[in-house]
């Protein structure tokens, strides 16, 4: 439970501190850095909290990006343009559980205390070498234990979202919650409605993103009743029959947050669109939920074309939830991947753009403009998904 004498702290940082150091303010380093390399894993980027005004950082550097003024955040570039986030010694003063309203002029003491949890509530002088741990964080990273700094029934009710990352915190270090922690981060669930959907968004896809266990994740969400407000449609992944089955198969996928979130939703198009994600991934959602009962049966090698072939740009995603989805197909898949890479290595036409006659030569052999010229290029199509040795202008001609 010791302190290292000296963390190595890149020069880029160290330059920022001496500055604000030179010109009288007090700096720290702090936050998720200092976390990481009390834990012994790399982390070398590193925040700063200084008692300096957020113009006074802006005066100080010649390149500064205001991130945040407003809270006190200036990014101040390195040479390599780099940004290194300088946040003013702060303390909230007015909350209302999704904004706050910040006061500057304050200590280190005032700025670690509104800090989330006491294992982000750790400072390092990087000049003097000195510690700042008033909430015991440091005994908390070797007891392996996410607890809130100060009353957590307090500090969920003035910033919802801290309930997520009391969560993903959880998931990501496979640290237990403390008790009083966890029942006030179920007690206060509700007041998760109100925090906004980017933001619930960013925690939830951050969690999958760092998360060592995924299903660990879901099943917080769920205990703590998150899911029920914003995730609904999730299955969960706990110890129930054919929960245990989910996790296992949700630990294996590949860390995309968007096909993870589809593979455990019931309708993913609905949770995406209430996370307010992109049209593209709501897209993918949609499709993912269209096609995971229909994978092709390998052993038809036609019918794995034609599949390519309407499932278009989402193979991959389908693909990659294979694994997942493997116990719920009544034919065997497992041969699947490699079939599919064959065909694209065969370059084997799978769109009307890859057929050998388009519209107009269809029109020049006679068919009338109008749909039927669409129809007849989506029949020439069938037949050469059957066999692409038909895809020639004579043979295809010769079928008009
Ligand atoms: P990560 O590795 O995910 O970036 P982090 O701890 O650096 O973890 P950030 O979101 O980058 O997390 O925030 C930096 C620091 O700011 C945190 O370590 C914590 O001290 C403080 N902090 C961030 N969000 C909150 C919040 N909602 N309430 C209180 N303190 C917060
Ligand atoms: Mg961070």
Known sequence: ???????????????????LEGAGFETWCVGGAIRDNLLGTENHDFDLTTAAPPQEVQRLFKRT???GVEHGTVAVLDAKNRPHEVTTFRKDIRTDGRHAVVEFGVSLMDDLARRDFTINAIAYHPLRHEWRDPF?????????????????????QEDYLRILRALRFSARFAFRIQSRTLEAAKANAQGLAQLSAERVRDEWFKGIATARKVSKLVALWGEVGAARIWLPELQQ???????????????????????ITAFLASDPASLLT????????????RAIAQWRDKYPDPRHLP??????????????DLLALLGGYASRIPHPVSRLPQLVASIRAAKDPLTLQ????????????GVRAGPGVGETLQRLLAEVL?????????YLLSRV
């Open 1 to 19: 439970m010791t302190f290292p004498a000296r963390l190595a702290i890149p020069p880029e940082v160290l330059k920022i501190a001496k500055r």
């Open 65 to 67: 990006v205001p991130v």
């Open 136 to 156: 015991n964080g440091r005994a908390d990273l070797d007891k392996k234990v996410i607890r809130s700094v100060g009353d957590p029934n307090w500090r969920f």
């Open 237 to 259: 992944t706990g110890k129930g029959n054919g929960e245990r089955g989910i996790a296992k198969a949700v630990d294996k996928l590949p860390r995309d947050p968007v096909l």
């Open 274 to 285: 209430r996370l307010k994600c992109s049209n593209k991934d709501i897209e993918r959602g």
């Open 303 to 316: 019918g794995v074309r034609r599949w390519l072939s309407e499932v278009g740009a989402h193979a991959d």
């Open 354 to 365: 890859d057929l050998a006659v388009n519209g107009s030569d269809l029109l020049a052999a």
């Open 386 to 394: 059957e066999d692409p040795a038909r895809n020639t202008r004579e």
